[in-house]
């Protein structure tokens, strides 16, 4: 391997071309290896060999170009083929390892939108960093399960703190419904409870325009992060049931 590097990493940008090609062609081969004969899905270690990879990218990209020029070659290449590597691994069904190049390549995409800057990118870095801290970059039902259980929770929080605002005395009371409004709102995608509305509907009635207006807001929070959440975990579910490789 050192001779392989030391020859393909010449001075000359063609043969840095070449050893990319090699490069590529060596672990998709290898991993084609690994995937094809029965019994070797225990020694499939995606996780050290896309490390290794990463590694030897960097053998290639040129010196004499600027660290930004650098940054950007480097994690392209490594996008297309870990996504490569990937597809490899759902060929052979392989889901575990799939899900290790998902991840990587997700955490690639959010450095390479780091590099490039700009406010631009700040909505897509927001939502892609919102899917993948949820679902693990898309491979984790419970982690997903778990974020989803916190926002209720917080939610019914945020329930309370208005019911303690519009004069609740009964603690108790008002937990148990801000608990319950918040987890069939957040389940049917609606205002989840018809006593919370009662509430809301008096409040209303007594001017509190301001009181109302911020817990339409909650409300509608909360069921925007509902629709979305609960579309991720009806795709993971669906991969999940269906044993598909990402």
């Given at each position: 391997n050192?001779?392989?590097?030391?020859?393909?990493?010449?001075?000359?940008?063609?043969?840095?071309?070449?050893y990319?090609?090699a490069?590529?062609?060596k672990h998709?081969?290898?991993?084609?290896?690994?995937?094809?004969?029965?019994?070797?899905e225990?020694?499939?270690?995606?996780t050290a060999?896309?490390?290794?990879?990463?590694?030897?990218?960097?053998?290639?990209?040129?010196?004499?170009?600027?660290?930004?020029?650098r940054?950007?070659?480097?994690?392209n290449?490594?996008?297309?083929?870990?996504?490569?590597?990937?597809?490899?691994?759902?060929?052979?069904?392989?889901?575990?390892?799939?899900?290790?190049c998902?991840?990587?390549?997700?955490?690639?995409?959010?450095?390479?939108?780091?590099?490039?800057?700009?406010?631009?990118?700040?909505?897509?870095?927001?939502?892609?960093?919102?899917?993948?801290?949820?679902?693990?970059?898309g491979?984790?039902?419970?982690?997903?399960?778990?974020?989803?259980?916190?926002?209720?929770?917080?939610?019914?929080?945020?329930?309370m703190?208005?019911?303690?605002?519009?004069?609740?005395?009964t603690?108790?009371?008002?937990?148990?419904?801000s608990?319950?409004?918040?987890?069939?709102s957040?389940?049917?995608?609606?205002?989840?409870?018809?006593?919370?509305?009662?509430?809301?509907?008096?409040?209303?009635r007594n001017?509190?325009?301001?009181?109302?207006?911020?817990?339409?807001a909650?409300?509608?929070?909360?069921?925007?992060?509902?629709?979305?959440?609960?579309?991720?975990?009806?795709?993971?579910?669906?991969?999940?049931?269906?044993?598909?490789?990402?």
């Amino acid at each position: 391997n050192t001779d392989f590097h030391q020859v393909l990493c010449g001075s000359c940008w063609f043969f840095r071309i070449d050893y990319l090609d090699a490069l590529s062609l060596k672990h998709a081969s290898e991993i084609r290896a690994e995937a094809s004969f029965p019994g070797m899905e225990s020694q499939i270690n995606p996780t050290a060999r896309l490390a290794n990879f990463e590694k030897e990218t960097g053998f290639a990209v040129s010196l004499k170009a600027s660290e930004e020029v650098r940054t950007r070659t480097a994690l392209n290449y490594q996008i297309q083929e870990v996504n490569k590597f990937r597809r490899i691994y759902n060929e052979y069904e392989e889901v575990t390892a799939a899900e290790a190049c998902l991840r990587k390549m997700a955490k690639l995409q959010k450095l390479m939108l780091k590099s490039q800057g700009g406010g631009k990118n700040w909505l897509l870095r927001t939502g892609l960093g919102y899917s993948d801290m949820l679902t693990r970059s898309g491979t984790s039902v419970a982690r997903l399960l778990i974020w989803n259980c916190v926002i209720i929770f917080s939610f019914s929080l945020i329930f309370m703190l208005l019911l303690a605002l519009h004069g609740w005395d009964t603690l108790a009371n008002s937990a148990w419904l801000s608990l319950s409004h918040s987890i069939w709102s957040f389940i049917e995608l609606q205002s989840g409870s018809a006593e919370f509305d009662a509430v809301v509907t008096s409040a209303s009635r007594n001017g509190e325009s301001a009181w109302v207006f911020c817990y339409r807001a909650v409300l509608f929070l909360e069921i925007v992060l509902a629709y979305i959440n609960q579309g991720l975990l009806i795709a993971l579910l669906y991969r999940r049931v269906t044993r598909r490789a990402p």
